[in-house]
């Protein structure tokens, strides 16, 4: 019997977010009640729907990478049902602003350092609140939220179900210090107020006297050229600083991708499905990179192999063991395989040669800054051809070799797979 997805039309909107993202079998029907009919038996809970969505999918991974991390979703997923679903949008909003945006203050996902099911979860909950994520009040979660839409959502082309939200992370305000009343200060009681408040208050109350002053002179009568103090004074102001321009450069040029060595691996003591590697990128010492392929490789297909490497990524904690970069893989579009990408010559190469796009060259940023979202905005159009070869959007990666000479990069197996 094939299976069923019935959702109501407007809610819900997780259920059929998780169901296209982990290309579900069952089929999706609208209806009144929620309910999942799955080899003979009816589901009508969500975070029930979820799971047996999910762990039915190849990509059950989702669920957590051990034990460990499927007791962190299981704790997210009771905190969706008990604080965003049946509740309030005042309820709602307290919670995008105090637990979640408190909880990803230091984190990229909401467990350890790569995409859960939570992380879909919560995204389909808050999307139709998305204008409810302030910059100003729950800049974290604007950043995550912002993260999964582009990484999740535009990398899986379902925009058409889940558009994509404007978002403008430049505004990010500095922490304001509190305003310390001065002693014996009666109104001591307005500590509290933000320094950007008080300072545009002193402006307000700047501006009266000048005005009012400005305005006594120019009953004398014009004053030289016709012009009133006022206006001098006006004219005499120094212009404010501009504000720090975007150069031109390609985006794609910011990150640095470089040909690294793996000189050592093993397996992560707090996770079975992560390796620790020591990769030579062409500096005086080995990067730290913790990468989730022990599924993939085993350690004696690691050692001494030639990756590519993303170098210049915020580091990340990974259960305890601070990662230093991220290691390029190419991935199937099924899920069925993940590879890393290799030179098509690694003779030619060495550890430190960088790669780049041919006509959008350029220098790279000596550490991605979370808020450009530069990252986020190449990976997508990051994939491999019909000829296993490496490209961002329409032309290769290349290495610039010591030599001069350009060499492709490319998958072993994956055509037309998605490259992160």
């Known amino acids: 019997m094939a299976a069923v997805l019935r959702i109501p039309e407007k809610n819900a909107s997780e259920i059929l977010l998780v169901s296209k993202l982990v290309q579900s079998d069952a089929k999706v ?38 034990k460990a991390e499927q007791a ?11 604080s965003l679903r049946g509740v309030g949008k005042k309820e709602i909003v307290s919670n995008i602003e105090k637990k979640i945006n408190d909880h990803l203050s230091n984190k990229t996902y909401f467990i350890n350092n790569h995409l859960t099911i939570v992380d879909v979860v919560i995204f389909g909950l808050l999307f139709s609140h998305s204008k409810s994520i302030k ?50 200060d009666k109104k001591g009681g307005d500590v509290k107020a933000a320094p950007a408040a008080a300072a545009a208050a002193a402006a307000k109350d700047n501006k009266k006297p000048e005005a009012a002053a400005a ?50 691996v093993k397996k992560h003591e707090g996770a079975d499905s992560l390796y620790v590697e020591e990769i030579d990128i062409g500096e005086e010492e080995p990067r730290t990179i913790v990468s989730g392929l022990v599924k993939w490789y085993p350690v004696e297909e690691m050692e001494n192999r030639i990756v590519f490497v993303v170098a210049n990524l915020k580091p990340a904690s990974m259960r305890g063991v601070k990662s230093y970069g991220m290691v390029l893989c190419a991935s199937a579009a099924d899920g069925s395989a993940v590879e890393l990408l290799a030179p098509v010559d690694t003779s030619k190469v060495k550890p430190g040669d960088r790669v780049f796009v041919e006509g959008q060259e350029g220098e790279p940023e000596k550490v991605l800054n979370p808020k450009k979202k530069y990252w986020e905005t190449v990976q997508p159009e990051l994939h491999t051809d019909d000829n296993l070869i490496a490209h961002y959007g329409d032309k290769p990666l290349l290495v610039r070799t010591a030599s001069g000479e350009a060499i492709q990069m490319k998958a072993a197996t994956v055509k037309n797979g998605g490259i992160k």
Do not use: C, H, Y
């Not at 009508?44 to 999918?57: E, Y």
């Not at 979703?73 to 969706?80: D, G, H, I, K, R």
């Not at 100003?136 to 939200?165: G, Y």
């Not at 501009?242 to 060595?261: F, H, K, N, W, Y």
């Open 29 to 66: 029907e609208t209806s009144n009640d929620l309910v999942l009919e799955l080899d003979g038996e009816k589901i009508d809970t969500p975070n029930s729907i979820i799971k047996a969505l999910v762990s039915k999918s190849k990509k059950a991974e989702l669920l957590g990478a051990d």
């Open 72 to 82: 962190q979703v299981e704790e997210w997923l009771s905190f969706t049902n008990q």
């Open 215 to 264: 305005g006594k002179d120019n009953k004398k009568g014009p004053v030289e050229g016709g012009k009133s103090k006022k206006e001098k004074k006006k004219a005499e102001k120094k212009p404010a600083a501009p504000a720090p321009v975007e150069t031109d450069q390609p985006v794609v040029s910011r990150i640095d991708i470089r040909v690294g060595l793996i000189k050592s």
């Open 135 to 184: 910059v100003t009040s729950a800049p974290n979660t604007l950043r995550w939220f912002d993260l999964i839409q582009n990484t999740v959502v535009k990398a899986n082309n379902l925009t058409q179900d889940f558009p994509l939200v404007e978002i403008n992370l430049d505004d990010v305000p500095e922490p304001a210090a509190p305003v310390v009343a001065k002693k014996g």
